[in-house]
């Protein structure tokens, strides 16, 4: 039998489940993923009418897909921790952890705090959503290798699915277009690179919002910019809780974002990777300057490694500040290599200016380039940069601009009359 001829099969059944009260085998228990016969009918009839009314245009975002659904379901983003816990376990033939049996009861009370039918599958739509998800956005093909049923003779059978992704027959995927549009969603930041991206950079929500409405596809955010409005020197690691807050205000904008987190505000960068992606954070800039030095490279790998192994579907984009400190920039590109393998989807090397040696990173490095706007833009994409950001630019230009109106409001000059109303700065606020 082929794999679709076995999945079609209603010989051939799910692995069953026993009946429980409470954790992993509760859930188990009560969805439609484990179950046969009426109770099978009952269930996936729930989950379809669920998925129903769930619009696919609000799944294409950028983020952890876990979250993206979670939203969409009613729930808070933040479920999506415990989602993944609880993923690691879900598969009846693996061992159940007191973690997992605890998450389960986190998300019992998110989904309203009725341990039924209904709420056992809104959580497993959830479950199973995870790592396939994962997998397909990391070009795991099939995103799911393996399902498992039992033959008429009581025998293990693992169904290869390399020809039915989704499945096939009564447990098909209910869910496969939007599986497809959250990973549309992940991915959407990674394609605006198959073009050529200007990417200005803001340092609050209405320096961003003004910029979405000027009609930028996406918005990266300064780190001189944020830090030096809170008080705070830039690149010192200490403006994390400030660049979370700005980055969970951003993410309200309708288009991709993307935050620069300096070197990794030190600690935990998986921590960071995790919560940002859940947040719905696009991408990331890390950078490998130290003071007025650089990194070792091979250490600076561990972390763009970190950051992809917590957030896969996040747009990492390494920066060597071997141009913009002046310090050893013959290791540019092996630096910018080096980071590639540790699977940085773009490289930013600020300070890089000279034509010659823009062509020759582009010419080494298999992953887009970016720099900062120190060329005319039309001159830099036929070199072929594909990204091009303002940085500090902005922020510097405005606050520039803010002291020389008030200087002109002192002096009794004229002021500068091409500025916005205050109703259409109000008017940002709903962006």
């Not at 269930?43 to 975002?61: C, G, I």
């Not at 994390?240 to 935050?259: C, G, K, Q, S, Y």
């Not at 991408?283 to 917590?310: S, T």
């Not at 990204?387 to 630019?393: A, F, I, K, M, Y």
Request: proline letters at 5%; one cysteine or more; hydrophobic letters at 50%.
């Amino acid at each position: 039998m082929t794999s679709e001829e076995l999945l079609l099969n209603e010989a051939y059944v799910v692995t069953p489940v026993p009946l429980a009260e409470s954790g992993v085998a509760w859930l188990r228990a009560g969805v439609a993923r484990f179950s046969e016969g009426v109770d099978h009918s009952r269930r996936r009839a729930f989950v379809e009418r669920t998925l129903s009314t769930v619009d696919l245009a609000s799944l294409r975002r950028a983020g952890a897909p876990v979250a993206v659904l979670a939203e969409a379901l009613g729930l808070s983003r933040s479920v999506a921790s415990d989602v993944a816990v609880v993923a690691r376990c879900y598969q009846p033939h693996v061992e159940v952890t007191r973690e997992a049996d605890e998450a389960v009861a986190r998300l019992v009370a998110a989904c309203g705090g009725v341990w039924d039918e209904e709420t056992a599958n809104r959580i497993g739509l959830l479950v199973q959503a995870c790592d396939a998800t994962r997998a397909l956005i990391a070009g795991v093909e099939p995103p799911v290798p393996v399902t498992r049923r039992v033959a008429p003779d009581g025998a293990v059978v693992e169904v290869d699915l390399r020809d039915a992704w989704f499945g096939a027959g009564r447990h098909s995927c209910p869910g496969r277009a939007h599986a497809l549009a959250l990973v549309e969603g992940a991915r959407a930041f990674h394609r605006m690179h198959d073009g050529f991206l200007v990417l200005p950079n803001a340092w609050d929500f209405a320096s961003a919002a003004a910029l979405v409405r000027a009609g930028f596809a996406a918005v990266g955010t300064t780190s001189l910019g944020v830090a030096a409005a809170h008080g705070i020197p830039d690149a010192a690691g200490a403006a994390r809780a400030e660049t979370v807050a700005l980055a969970r205000m951003l993410v309200r904008l309708p288009v991709p974002v993307t935050v620069d987190v300096e070197a990794g505000f030190g600690g935990d960068v998986r921590s960071l990777a995790a919560e940002l992606w859940e947040l719905g954070v696009a991408g990331v800039n890390v950078e490998d300057g130290r003071g007025e030095g650089l990194a070792d490279p091979v250490e600076q790998a561990g972390i763009v490694r970190a950051f992809k192994e917590a957030a896969p579907g996040m747009f990492v984009n390494a920066r060597v500040d071997t141009h913009w400190l002046g310090v050893d920039r013959e290791s540019t590109i092996p630096r910018a290599l080096t980071y590639v393998d540790a699977g940085a989807d773009g490289i930013f090397v600020p300070g890089l200016k000279d034509e010659q040696g823009i062509a020759a990173v582009v010419a080494a490095v298999p992953v887009p380039l970016n720099v900062l706007a120190q060329l005319d833009v039309r001159i830099l994409e036929d070199l072929g940069v594909r990204r091009v950001s303002t940085g500090s630019l902005l922020f510097r230009a405005a606050l520039g601009e803010a002291v020389r109106t008030a200087e002109a409001v002192r002096d009794g000059a004229p002021t500068p009359t091409n500025v916005p109303t205050y109703e259409e700065i109000q008017s940002l606020t709903g962006v």
